[in-house]
Structures are given as C-alpha cells and as structure tokens.
C-alpha cells in the first residue's frame, strides 16, 4: 500500500505562486518510486478531476496545456517527495489538488497520466486563488 500525503496549498492572490508538496510512502515494502509515474490533479467545484503534470521514474515531465510555462513537477527521490511549482496563479487555478501515482505502466507516464490509470491518490490540498 502507497501513501500519498499533500501539503502546501492556501490562498494565494492573482500572480502569486505556490509550491505543493506530496510526501510518499508504502507499509509492507518498500516504496519503488522506479515503479511509479507520479501525478498531479486538481478538481474544481462542479468539475470533472483533471490532469496537471506528470512525472515519469525517469524525471520526464509532462503538463497540460493550461499550466505549461507556469507550473514545474520535480521531485528529492532521497525524501520520496514530489512538488509541484505553480507561479502565475489565476483564480482558474482554484481547485482541490490532488497527488497520484500509477503502476499501470511501471514508471512510465505515457503522456500526461490519465485518472483511469491512477492507483493510489493523496487527500488533496486547496489552492485558492483570488483578491
């Protein structure tokens, strides 16, 4: 079992950035980031969850087009921890945000990882954005 733990989420205002953070770890072996791609998502009130960026074992990243340019995925394999870098914020980037990891293709991600793929999800975070 893998354990995904987000934080550092808050309000923030238009321009203003962010950093999240998804700590991850697995009871009964040893967490295999070589076995995962990891992910972002987010969620807004009354909207489907979507994808934001991937992380594949190798450190390739991938993002969807309304974050590409603003925000960066990277991770400290030594901490098994992921981030994810959001400058730029709007008030469209208000959501719940979520971390995710899928074995579906060991730690390829295959493009921008799909919900459908993911097997373990963290409790999310909130980002607010607004004046």
């Known amino acids: 079992q893998v354990q995904l733990v987000e934080s550092g989420g808050g309000s923030v205002q238009p321009g203003g950035s962010l950093r999240l953070s998804c700590a991850a770890s697995?009871?009964?072996?040893?967490?295999?980031?070589?076995?995962?791609?990891m992910g972002w998502f987010r969620q807004a009130p009354g909207k489907e969850r979507e994808g934001v960026a991937s992380?594949?074992?190798?450190?390739?990243?991938t993002y969807a087009d309304s974050v590409e340019g603003r925000f960066a995925a990277s991770e400290d394999n030594d901490k098994n921890t992921l981030y994810l870098q959001m400058n730029s914020l709007s008030p469209e980037d208000t959501a719940m945000y979520y971390c995710?990891?899928?074995?579906?293709?060991?730690?390829?991600?295959?493009?921008?990882?799909?919900?459908?793929?993911?097997?373990?999800w963290g409790q999310g975070t909130q980002v607010t954005v607004s004046s």
């Open positions: 995710a990891a899928s074995s579906r293709f060991g730690g390829y991600c295959r493009g921008l990882l799909k919900r459908i793929f993911v097997d373990h």
């Open positions: 697995g009871s009964g072996y040893a967490f295999s980031r070589l076995s995962y791609c």
């Open positions: 992380i594949s074992s190798g450190g390739h990243t």
